[in-house]
């Protein structure tokens, strides 16, 4: 089982900025790809940001240019700098992690996904 533990959110005004942080435990095999979902109140789970083991990023446009995802690999924890923060970041932001089963033929090998509880990132205007 893996646990997920983010830390960072909080409150800032408009422009500003905050370091997210996630670390994952527990007795994974092997973490793959690391990531950062939202939900904003009243609104679906929106993808943020993900990064593979390998360090390829990939971004929600809306946040391109804005905010950094970065790991380390050996702390098995992922990172979400956001710069020039809007009001429309505030959510709650989910880290997201996948791991398999360490299965070395790629046909049977199960993955699995691991979420996080949350920190909540409020943007004031």
């Known amino acids: 089982q893996v646990q997920l533990v983010e830390s960072g959110g909080g409150l800032v005004q408009a422009g500003g900025s905050l370091r997210l942080s996630c670390v994952a435990s527990?007795?994974?095999?092997?973490?793959?790809?690391m990531g950062w979902h939202r939900q904003a109140p009243g609104k679906q789970r929106e993808y943020v940001t993900t990064i593979t083991k390998d360090g390829i990023t990939n971004y929600r446009d809306s946040v391109k240019g804005r905010f950094t995802i970065s790991r380390d690999n050996a702390k098995n924890t992922v990172y979400l700098q956001m710069n020039s923060l809007k009001p429309e970041d505030t959510a709650g932001y989910y880290c997201?992690?996948?791991?398999?089963?360490?299965?070395?033929?790629?046909?049977?090998?199960?993955?699995?996904?691991?979420w996080g509880q949350g920190t909540l990132v409020t943007v004031s205007s």
């Open positions: 527990g007795s994974a095999v092997s973490i793959n790809t």
């Open positions: 997201k992690a996948t791991t398999d089963d360490g299965d070395p033929d790629p046909a049977s090998r199960r993955y699995f996904t691991h």
